[in-house]
């Protein structure tokens, strides 16, 4: 049996196909469409509607966010229910959001200090890494504090570009930081 050619019925890319396989997926279809994919066979039944499992209501898809990671491209709840749920999780478990922040925080201060390629203080070689701490070699720490409203926008930011990290952020311990904040009276700038 050989292969053929057919076109997807949502998104009119061309696929190959075995005979058999296009006769199964022929007689399993009711529209008698095939998709190239389950993804382009589910986003069928994509309408400008949908319905809020929360408030039951049925809205427009403007008002729900956006979310590729699913197949129709929104999230399940409306934007409303979205930050009620959210917020209703917060409240009943603010133990779990803290740890998930810390968590992140975590594995940002590492990625960074890969980024840094240092794993030690630049001044007194310290290595304990619960005393090691993420500093501007110029002092503009405040500066980035004004720019970016939280640490993990300031952290993200330096993360998605390198080259700036390295130019501008160095590691050193908590006491070499302060000595060094004294010395060069970085707290008012």
């Known amino acids: 049996m050989g292969k053929i050619t057919v076109n997807c019925g949502w ?29 382009c066979g589910l986003r069928k039944e994509i309408t400008n509607e ?21 197949y129709d491209g929104s999230t399940v709840y409306c934007k409303v229910c979205h930050s009620v749920k959210h917020i209703i999780d917060k409240k009943l478990n603010p133990h779990k959001s803290a740890i998930n922040s810390k968590k992140r925080r975590l594995n940002s201060r590492i990625k960074l200090f890969g980024i ?3 794993n030690s203080c630049v001044f007194c070689d310290c290595a304990i890494w619960q005393c090691l701490q993420i500093e501007h070699k110029n002092g503009n720490g405040n500066k980035d504090k004004i720019r970016f409203k939280h640490l993990d926008d300031l952290y993200d930011h330096y993360i998605n570009n390198p080259i700036e990290a390295k130019e501008e952020l160095q590691i050193c311990c908590a006491n070499c930081n302060w000595i060094k904040r004294f010395k060069n009276n970085e707290n008012l700038k």
Do not use: A, W
């Open 50 to 70: 949908k319905t809020c499992p929360m408030c039951k209501e049925v809205k427009d898809r403007n008002e729900f966010y956006k979310n590729n990671r699913r």
């Open 11 to 39: 998104c009119n890319k061309e696929f190959l196909l075995h005979e058999n396989e296009y006769q199964r997926r022929s007689k399993n279809n009711r529209d008698g469409k095939i998709y190239c994919s389950v993804s």
């Open 116 to 118: 840094l390629g240092q």
